[in-house]
């Protein structure tokens, strides 16, 4: 017999675990590097930029246009890098809480 109070007791269970799993996202960290490493940067599983490191040479006025690029190219290959890591935290974080329903992916809840 299907018993609604335990099923609710494991959805509040759930819901606590996939909260505290999203609120320690900021511990995984990923970096991306650009213009072969003159351009580095690190951000969180939450999707925050954490630094931006910036190789001296390329402090000029001259390469300003070149130095824009090349940090966007790095932040974006450090997100793409940190979005495995952090689905993964989340899968596992809640592995087991709820049962396997088709269609329901948790890993989307970042």
């Not at 999203?22 to 580095?40: D, F, N, R, Y």
Request: charged share 25%.
């Amino acid at each position: 017999m299907f018993d609604m109070m335990k099923m609710m007791g494991k959805v509040k269970e759930a819901q606590e675990k996939i909260k505290e799993a999203q609120e320690s996202l900021s511990t995984i960290t990923a970096s991306g590097e650009s213009g072969a490493g003159m351009v580095k940067a690190t951000v969180n599983g939450r999707k925050e930029v954490m630094s931006i490191d910036i190789d001296a040479s390329l402090m000029t006025a001259d390469d300003k246009e070149m130095l824009q690029d090349l940090t966007v190219a790095a932040v974006n290959i450090a997100l793409a890098n940190v979005e495995p890591k952090a689905k993964e935290h989340l899968k596992s974080a809640t592995d087991g809480l709820l049962p396997n329903i088709p269609g329901m992916d948790l890993g989307n809840l970042f």
